[in-house]
């Protein structure tokens, strides 16, 4: 039996976005690929993340909605009732049709795709599982993060976000631990289909990437829904009674009871076993893998883009570095590599936030006083209608070269309310195109929109 082994031009290791978006590029270009993923296909985002989130997150909108049309003359006498189950069953399907088109993908574009982990074996080599061996000029690394746990008495109380998507109801009493985007989303869409949510959050407000109006808007909202927020707590255990799980803090108070705990704490890359340590391949002390601006690793021929590298941690960056990669390693593109610099992000809190470049703080430590900075505070037509006191806060921050608006450069977009998701989007080009306050301010508005505000400021 010839024992020798199989050869490619390009092995994946990891069938998430990155992973995919590069063995799907590679091939576009003729290359001989292998993809090994074990689970199933899509990761993260597709599995248990961004696609999975969206969807609970569109169910809570419609929450939110109703409740809303109730105070606007429709004839609902009280909120229906969620069926949970139900809901999780079309999710469900829904993703199983995103899994059948990605294998369809796969076998259309000639990718081999082997359904087992894979591990480093030597330069160039790759050993499956299952034992065969493979070799190709090019590795790429795509195997993605997974939640933290801490190592705190009674840990194992409490669920992480991968075990929400297998919940088939809404606890009555959730506590999140955290205070980043999954605390806050979860939180969003547990409040608004019934649980009563706290959030118990380390630092002294949540989102602390996030522009500071925006976060402090954020919270105002979430109070109004009547989330609790317990800020600057600091965790020291989970402890179940008769009752339910409490926490314990640090300074040994004692929670009240809950249904539910979410460990909403970050995520950690997924580089162990992967045989990295035995060719040289170098990660830091989170365990993410280093990288260059070209997505090389320390060894020649293996390369790594999404979390497992732990830069800017999201799905359509993933994807975007995995392409520029395969661009210049397959495309005759020497130079193609990503630009990590003003990449939009949003957070499906309720209402969305967003943000594209600096924030208004980042913006002062560069360029100090000048920071101009621009602010439109309402409240969107239908919740002016229904008179709910939930507001938008749109904000522009520009560095000024002279006090004209067409010399103040947009540095920073950031925006919280209905629809800003979607309206980001756009605007992110025009940043990431030079856009000045002056460019903005000479575009007619969409009238009435809440996108207005943004060419509107003065």
Not at 289 to 308: K, L, M, N, P, Y
Request: proline fraction near 5%.
């Amino acid at each position: 039996m010839d024992a020798s082994p199989m050869d490619f031009d390009l092995i994946v290791l990891g069938g998430g976005s990155g992973g995919l978006a590069g063995a799907f590029r590679a091939a576009e270009y003729g290359a001989r690929v292998a993809l090994l993923e074990p689970a199933e296909l899509g990761g993260t985002c597709v599995n248990v993340g961004c696609v999975p989130k969206k969807a609970m997150w569109l169910a809570a909108d419609l929450a939110h909605r109703m409740d809303l049309a109730a105070t606007l003359g429709f004839d609902i006498p009280q909120r229906p009732a969620f069926d949970w189950a139900e809901f999780i069953t079309d999710r469900r399907r829904y993703i199983a049709g995103i899994h059948a088109s990605y294998r369809k993908r796969l076998d259309g574009a000639g990718v081999v795709w082997m359904p087992c982990r894979g591990r480093l074996a030597g330069p160039g080599l790759v050993q499956a599982e299952d034992g065969v061996r493979l070799r190709a000029a090019h590795v790429l690394i795509a195997t993605g993060s997974r939640p933290v746990r801490p190592d705190l008495p009674g840990i194992g109380l409490g669920d992480v976000s991968d075990d929400f998507f297998d919940w088939c109801e809404a606890p009555a009493r959730v506590a999140l631990v955290g205070g980043g985007y999954i605390a806050v989303e979860m939180a969003g869409v547990l409040q608004a289909l019934g649980s009563a949510v706290d959030i118990h959050a380390r630092a002294s407000r949540l989102l602390t990437y996030a522009d500071a109006d925006i976060v402090e808007l954020l919270q105002d909202n979430y109070r109004h829904l009547g989330t609790r927020l317990h800020l600057g707590y600091v965790l020291a255990a989970l402890e179940r009674d008769a009752d339910g799980i409490r926490l314990r803090a640090c300074d040994g108070t004692r929670s009240a009871p809950y249904d539910k705990v979410i460990l909403a704490l970050g995520r950690r890359a997924n580089s162990a076993d992967l045989g990295l340590d035995d060719i040289g391949v170098a990660c830091d002390e989170q365990g993410n893998v280093i990288v260059d601006a070209r997505q090389d690793t320390s060894v020649e021929g293996v390369h790594a883009v999404g979390d497992v590298t732990g830069k800017v941690t999201l799905t359509p960056v993933a994807i975007a570095a995995a392409r520029r990669l395969m661009d210049r390693l397959f495309g005759d593109q020497p130079d193609a590599c990503l630009d990590y610099d003003n990449v939009p992000s949003v957070v499906f809190a309720h209402p969305p936030l967003g943000g594209v470049g600096m924030t208004e703080m980042q913006a002062r430590q560069a360029h100090g006083d000048a920071v101009r900075v621009y602010r439109s505070k309402f409240r969107p037509m239908l919740h002016g209608l229904a008179d709910t006191p939930q507001s938008s806060l749109f904000k522009l921050v520009c560095v000024a070269e002279g006090e004209a608006p067409s010399q103040q450069r947009v540095v920073g977009i950031h925006l919280i309310g209905d629809a800003a998701d979607e309206i980001l989007q756009g605007f992110a080009v025009a940043l990431k195109m030079g856009a000045t306050l002056a460019d903005l301010q000479a575009t007619v508005a969409l009238h009435p929109t809440s996108a207005e505000e943004l060419v509107l400021m003065r």
